[in-house]
T-cell receptor, first 112, second 115 residues
Framework: GENVEQHPSTLSVQEGDSAVIKCTYS??????FPWYKQELGKGPQLIIDIRSNVGEKKDQRIAVTLNKTAKHFSLHITETQPEDSAVYFCAAINNQGGKLIFGQGTELSVKP | NAGVTQTPKFRVLKTGQSMTLLCAQD?????MYWYRQDPGMGLRLIHY???????AKGEVPDGYNVSRLKKQNFLLGLESAAPSQTSVYFC??????????????FGPGTRLLVL
């Protein structure tokens, strides 16, 4: 089955700096890769996603890149702000009958 | 719309006690899921349901049972709680159909402590 590894487990950056979180997956059939943000005391919420036919996707300050050959994808946050502080989860799924498999999570701390 | 709601928010159990966690969604979603979240292990799927009256096992189903008697509700039961079941439990729901499991909407979580 699918296995998703996520690094780093914790990340601390200064406000205004960029943050990068990386994930690798094992199942080459996986074709959809969402990223979820979990704020303290809340459930995870989808923030951006990418499909296997696309190499990069941007939404304002966040972007996701996908390298199918290497089977890894990354979340990039530019101009970080204190409100970006949260736990971020990557996930992968083969949407033809597979289950969404989550990475271990990255706790991002943005220091003012 | 309230989205996905979970009851209770927090519970303390003694080993061997039983309890039921309730999840409700008002988005008319076919699919519903129960996850547990443990430090360093991400979100792991316990059980899921693809429609009213159906349930299936996920990655870590042992020690849990579920029921989906109504489309909007998904119940997670612990018959005999163990300390290893101390965790934060999240319910989620999603649309059905091709790619239906992709975007999942999560509830706020239930924090369970088993002593």
């Amino acid at each position: 089955g699918e296995n998703v590894e996520q690094h780093p487990s914790t990340l601390s950056v200064q406000e205004g700096d960029s943050a990068v979180i990386k994930c690798t997956y094992s199942d080459s059939a996986s074709n959809y890769f969402p990223w979820y943000k979990q704020e303290l005391g809340k459930g995870p919420q989808l923030i951006i996603d990418i499909r296997s036919n696309v190499g990069e996707k941007k939404d304002q300050r966040i972007a996701v890149t996908l390298n199918k050959t290497a089977k890894h994808f990354s979340l990039h946050i530019t101009e970080t702000q204190p409100e970006d502080s949260a736990v971020y989860f990557c996930a992968a799924i083969n949407n033809q009958g597979g289950k969404l498999i989550f990475g271990q999570g990255t706790e991002l701390s943005v220091k003012p | 719309n309230a989205g996905v709601t979970q009851t209770p928010k927090f519970r303390v159990l003694k080993t061997g006690q039983s309890m039921t966690l309730l999840c409700a969604q008002d988005m008319n979603h076919e699919y519903m899921y129960w996850y547990r979240q443990d430090p360093g292990m991400g979100l792991r799927l316990i059980h899921y349901s693809v429609g009213e009256g159906t349930t299936a096992k996920g990655e870590v189903p042992d020690g849990y049972n579920v029921s989906r008697l109504k489309k909007q509700n998904f119940l997670l039961g612990l018959e005999s709680a163990a300390p290893s079941q101390t965790s934060v439990y999240f319910c989620a729901s999603s649309y059905s159909g091709a790619g239906g499991q992709e975007t999942q909407y999560f509830g706020p979580g239930t924090r369970l402590l088993v002593l």
